[in-house]
């Protein structure tokens, strides 16, 4: 009884004092049933329903930086271990690059950056993304580095006697 009822507080806990971004993506992903099989059945629920948490915890918090990610990638997020804390600071990033990035990848003819592409960047390490981005911040740095031919003294009057 005890271990049911540490169960159902867990669920009840996530239930009552989650984020409502939060509560509605857990709502949104996955259904009452979900909660009920974790409250009755733990060998089998537990690390499923866990998950299940997890990933609407990550998804919520996207989703408060103004980034939608589907239950897929918020799942597999959650696998990785990424906490409600990483995710709050991950997808803060993300959400101040992600109009930079694209912007970058639009001037220079390349295809943009998905919220997927910056997620695995920012989460996962992935050193293909790291590294497009690079190059396009590199080519726009490269853009405006040049100087005028205009030098400290090209605009100084001589010191001819009049």
Do not use: C, H
């Not at 971004?21 to 996955?30: D, M, N, T, V």
């Not at 049933?33 to 609407?56: H, N």
């Amino acid at each position: 009884p005890d271990e049911v009822n540490n169960r159902v507080k867990a669920a009840t806990d996530f239930i009552n004092r989650k984020d409502p971004q939060e509560l509605a993506i857990f709502k949104k992903f996955y259904t009452n049933g979900d909660m009920i099989a974790y409250a009755l059945d733990p060998t089998r629920a537990q690390p499923l329903v866990g998950k299940a948490f997890e990933a609407a915890t990550i998804a919520g918090q996207a989703q408060t930086q103004g980034i939608s990610i589907d239950k897929g990638l918020a799942e597999g997020l959650a696998g990785d271990g990424i906490t409600r804390d990483q995710a709050q600071q991950g997808f803060g990033l993300i959400a101040q690059e992600q109009g930079n990035a694209n912007k970058l990848a639009s001037v220079y003819g390349q295809d943009g950056f998905t919220t997927s592409d910056l997620v695995n960047e920012t989460f996962r390490a992935d050193a293909s993304v790291a590294n497009r981005r690079k190059k396009l911040a590199s080519q726009e740095r490269g853009n405006f580095s040049g100087t005028s031919g205009i030098g400290a003294t090209s605009l100084s009057q001589g010191s001819g006697a009049l």
